[in-house]
């Protein structure tokens, strides 16, 4: 015994001879084609969405009649996906978050999603900006030629004021717990280093105002000169680094100012913005910006630390697609990066958590903030899972490329074109043909997961194969391709989900 969905960890075991005598029970039912069709459209969930409810189309005056009910679902329920982008909280969600995030990455660099393939020689730079220090930490070191070098060598036996050696002999290897530790939590500085997560979104809108400045400045021109040739786009992923800061990775991208009626037009910018130029304004920008803490606190204004990697990105649309999956990854990814938890936390709870201690204080720290009861800090509270960090993971301008929402929609678009076609309840076949403008739906929650167990154990069983055939489906392409002597990310890992 003992096989069974662990719903702590999502993971399933070999199952259970009372699981499988549940699940040759779900599967005996009349209705399983239409639980599969649920598990199907809600993307194989891990903890769905459950609602109760109809869709009425309207009869042309004020009378409307039901087209679709709950009551001939199984279950009387209808399953929606929880749509969370955190691997650690759904993983079937978060790959198609993931699908979705390199689209528009991918489409800014490379074009695609309305927008043309020559945005491949606009000047982009690939950059990453991270925090300064707030206290020594064990890290992993490369020595000059690339061996693993030792975490803080020191000569002497010096310690902190609270006796703790300042230095650390070890060559910590990548899975060593410690990585990210301070070596004396009573010097580390919590208070600076929530504060600093904090503020680092408006560090970073601050960081993109002034870098059209740096450029004008530069080419020694007027800003309003500026302003009418070119335009910046970026697209940025926040990401936690083993000691608990959020450090940034960014494309950024120059285009050419368009006139407002063909704003949505992407054009190279002039000749003489180089990659060259955006690189030197950039570093300019970083340097001289920062962001001011809550007055109240009267700590200093946040600056960005001094490690800034700047690459320039070349045409070369493989590379391209790589960078978009490295930074996609991370757009799935949260606090768990530095040994956090996905969701939520109450105060009252903290001594239990299961997390390191060095977390355990950078939480307590933004409850401490939050106490203080400050116009700056009075939310801290609701965001000390992040460490006090409150943005988005991933955010960008306007005219980076697609957007979510659209990519949505013209996935449900497909979905209910397959079902039209396809579909084989004719229920459904009807619900798909009617346009969604004109359907009224009105749903109640109803509750959050999977009925049983052994639904829960179908869902993932049809996530894995789902998945398999996804990877199987890209290595054909893949492999097709480089026999015809091109060697091209073609498709997007995730657009046959869901159909
Ligand atoms: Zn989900
Ligand atoms: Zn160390
Ligand atoms: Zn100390």
Redesign the pocket.
Known sequence: MGARHDDTTGLVTAPSAALLDAVVDRVGRPDFRKFEAQLRS??F????VLLAGRIEVCDGGDTRHAVWSTDGEPDQVLRK????RREA??K???ERYRGDAWQLIAAGLRGGKGIPESVAGHPTLFVSLTAPSFGVVHSQRRTTKGEPGRCRPRRGNECCPHGVPLGCSKRHEPDDPCLGEPLCRECFDYRGAVLWNNVMSELWRRTMIYLPRELAAILGWTQKRLHEEVRVSYIKVAEYQARGLVHVHALIRLDRRMPAYRADEVHAPGRRFTADLLEEALRAAADNVSAPTPEQLGGPPARWGEQLDVQRLDGNAEERGRRASYLAKYSTKGTEQAGGLPYRVRRDGLDRLPVRDHVRDLVAQAFDLADEDTEGTRRLGACAHMFGYRGHCLSKSRRWSTTFKALREAREQHVREQLGKHGADAAQRALAEIEPEDRVGTFAFVGRGHLTSADAYLAAQAAASARERREAGREARYDHHNRGGRTRWQQTPHEVMVA
Not at 45 to 48: D, L, Q, S, T, W
Not at 81 to 84: I, L, Q
Request: charged content about 15%; overall charge neutral.
């Open positions: 809600s993307g969930c891990e903890k769905p996906a929880c749509g969370n909280v759904c079937p969600c978060s």
